[in-house]
């Protein structure tokens, strides 16, 4: 399987080495990784100019309408048979991840896209999270599945379209709704290295707004969601607390790195 990377930057050039790096130590190359940078400087772009790349790399600078419309831009550009989204800052978890995911699809030609595990910095302490998806638990949210960790086929997107250009934080949440039922396999164990700050974390209560929207839109009404939102509400502002920080590090322990 041809497996094409995009990385969507904005005015993050560190960040955007770390994921470099990253992509660049697989024992398997990418067959080509897009860098889609929005950024309204110059400084990714003229630092892109002034280094030799690999023949799989290439960059675009210019203006965005925001998260969904960069990945988009990445998405249309993709000429693999597999597309993986890694943001700047994010990392893969060893330099095996893209040998092993294509020998998943290697063994289960059938399969449409492929998730797994990763690693977050969360209660000031580094966590394993991520469960195998389960459609019917999407009253959930993304709570079972990052996108840095969705390896999807191309045909996938050719089927049910890009990135929602009005998501503004869930857009992973409303194509992940849109792909539902999709055959899928699982890999238990983390793929990537999630990068602490995201979108989806600093604008919550408008994640929070888009997946009910989306799950509204394409499942149905559902008061497990509305319980669900309300308890992610509370535990938000109880781990932005010493007492919730404390109390998130007992509970995961045994998921945190040593």
Not at 174 to 197: K, M, T
Not at 217 to 242: A, E, H
Request: hydrophobic content about 35%; some cysteine.
């Amino acid at each position: 399987m041809q497996i094409s990377i995009v990385t969507i930057c904005f005015e993050n050039l560190e960040e955007l080495h770390e994921t470099i790096a990253s992509v660049d130590m697989q024992s398997q190359s990418p067959y080509e990784h897009w860098i889609i940078d929005g950024s309204k400087n110059n400084l990714i772009k003229d630092w892109a100019s002034s280094q030799s790349h690999p023949s799989y790399r290439f960059f675009v600078h210019e203006p965005d309408k925001g998260i969904s419309d960069a990945f988009n831009k990445g998405v249309e550009r993709c000429s693999g048979d597999v597309i993986h989204i890694l943001n700047s800052g994010d990392t893969y978890q060893n330099a095996n991840i893209l040998a092993q995911v294509n020998q998943v699809f290697e063994g289960k030609p059938e399969i449409d896209w492929v998730h797994g595990q990763y690693l977050q910095y969360r209660g000031d302490v580094h966590v394993m999270s991520g469960t195998k998806f389960d459609p019917n638990q999407l009253w959930k949210g993304m709570r079972m599945v990052a996108h840095p960790t969705m390896f999807i086929k191309k045909k996938v997107y050719d089927e049910v379209g890009l990135f929602n250009l009005d998501k503004k934080v869930a857009m992973d949440y409303d194509f992940l709704v849109r792909i539902r039922n999709f055959s899928f396999e699982y890999i238990e164990q983390p793929l990537v290295n999630f990068a602490p700050g995201g979108t989806s974390s600093i604008q919550f209560e408008r994640g929070l707004q888009e997946v009910k929207e989306s799950y509204t839109k394409y499942i149905g009404g559902s008061f497990k969601l509305i319980l669900w939102q309300f308890r992610q509400r509370v535990l938000n502002k109880f781990m932005s607390t010493s007492l919730g920080k404390t109390w998130f590090q007992w509970k995961n322990k045994s998921k945190q790195l040593v």
